[in-house]
């Protein structure tokens, strides 16, 4: 008998289509897709008639414990994600100090609290952090890391680092890479900082005090130089690379072109909000980011690279904050505090602007957002996947739900979203992960603490 039986579902298989078949669960994992007329017993039947079953997402970025205790954010932002539909998190992690020490207490911290899988990418800051890379896969089970160009020149002052974030180290990353595994991924923010800081001297007192403002501290040009150069030197050393948070329209552009952008070791992300927001969003300062929100034609240029297959993987940037802190340094753009939360409105937000606005297929909104990142970091089949013999991590949508997003509503590591007052279609009214039902109708399940870390092997 199985555990658990989903029937009548429309189930969203990615890069396929849209199936009606029943789901069969046992022992945390699926077992059967099978006719809605074939007869099975199961402890529990849920009817899903009318109802999109997705797999559960994926989110490949998250960025607890930056602003809030780790603890915290593991705590109430992965309820935040659960009543998203989010199964799986990985999370950047960062500290000048040796990953062999830092990484397993804060491992043992998520086992404590989270109640969603979880995985992490480390950051490459120090000389020690390259040494450390192939025990850091072998003992922990981490392979992927993260370059952060757009802190070149304070890479000292704010964490320690004893090499400069340039290319020289970004190569000799590359090439202890490839001393290790072909299977290892190096996470790129790409911005030219040598370009920003110039912007920000030239513009000095002369910049609006708008998300606006900030944009043209930071255009789209700083990102899209930065693209070119790590793709270009990334294939000459034979490397996988995740680019994460595109947001320009010149970036999306120019991969259409470029004779070394290589999909089979390059993954391009984009983030919900560089596809929903711009500059004359409502939210205001409460917006500011990095990379900052763009205009209208940076929106509808990112929309397209998805459209095109450039653009293959959703990330959420999750980075959850508190008003106050926000704001610590006043309402302004010279000592910003960026980023802000969002994972749980990963899918309300794919499907209102992606397929009901624009008509992006479901299965490939399902692949962006499950699939893709899954593949991508060494957690598929079991996750991102709605197949026989994957974790049973599934989420049941209501196409017809209409919610207007309200902060105060939603339990998350802030008190404000930058979405407030959207109107989404399409909500998940049930999420289960590895066949225990953690939210469902409204209603958040299943104990803190039973989210499992996922050891990757390169």
Not at 57 to 79: E, I, K, M, T
Request: hydrophobic share 45%.
């Amino acid at each position: 008998m199985l555990d658990l039986l989903i029937k009548n579902a429309q189930v969203v298989v990615p890069e396929v289509g849209v199936e009606e078949v029943n789901v069969g669960i046992k022992d945390g994992r699926i077992v059967s897709l099978v006719s809605p007329a074939e007869k099975i017993q199961a402890s529990r039947v849920i009817d899903a008639r009318g109802l999109w079953v997705f797999p559960g997402l994926v989110d490949p970025h998250g960025h607890y414990g930056v602003y809030n205790d780790l603890a915290h954010d593991f705590a109430v932002n992965s309820r935040f994600a659960a009543a998203g539909g989010v199964t799986t998190v990985v999370n950047f992690f960062r500290t000048p100090g040796s990953y062999l020490e830092t990484l397993p207490p804060a491992i043992r911290l998520a086992e404590e609290h989270s109640l969603i899988d979880y995985a992490f990418h480390l950051a490459i800051l120090t000389g020690q952090h390259v040494r450390e890379m192939s025990a850091c896969v072998e003992r922990i089970g981490v392979t992927s890391f993260k370059f952060f160009m757009g802190y070149k020149g304070v890479e000292k002052s704010r964490f320690g680092s004893d090499r400069t974030i340039d290319d020289a180290f970004l190569v000799e990353i590359f090439d202890r890479m490839r001393g290790i595994s072909d299977r290892l991924v190096l996470c790129v923010h790409c911005e030219n900082a040598d370009l920003s800081r110039q912007l920000k001297v030239q513009k000095a007192g002369a910049v609006p005090n708008t998300l606006a403002g900030f944009q043209s501290l930071s255009p789209g040009f700083v990102e899209t130089e930065a693209l070119v150069r790590t793709l270009y030197l990334a294939s000459q050393y034979g490397v996988r690379i995740y680019i994460v948070h595109l947001s320009a329209a010149s970036s999306a552009e120019v991969l259409s072109w470029l004779p070394w952008f290589d999909s089979e070791r390059v993954t391009i992300e984009t983030c919900p909000h560089y596809l929903t927001i711009d500059t004359g969003c409502t939210a205001g300062l409460l917006a500011l980011v990095r990379p900052p929100v763009r205009n209208r034609r940076d929106v509808e240029a990112l929309w397209k690279a998805i459209r095109r297959g450039h653009i293959t993987a959703i990330g959420s940037d999750e980075c959850p904050n508190y008003r106050a802190n926000k704001f610590k340094n006043g309402e302004n753009i010279d000592t910003p505090v960026v980023g802000f939360g969002g994972m749980g409105l990963i899918l309300p937000l794919m499907l209102t602007e992606g397929y009901f606005r624009r008509g992006i297929a479901l299965e490939m909104v399902a692949a962006l957002t499950s699939m893709n990142p899954a593949k991508t970091f060494g957690l598929y089949p079991a996750k991102g996947a709605l197949m026989v013999g994957a974790d049973a991590d599934l989420v049941l949508v209501d196409p017809a739900q209409r919610r207007t997003v309200r902060a105060q509503e939603m339990v998350m590591a802030s008190d404000y979203s930058v979405y407030e007052g959207m109107e989404l279609r399409g909500w998940p009214v049930m999420t289960i992960s590895r066949g225990e039902i953690i939210f469902e109708n409204g209603e958040l399940r299943g104990s803190p603490g039973r989210g499992k870390y996922l050891f990757r092997q390169a």
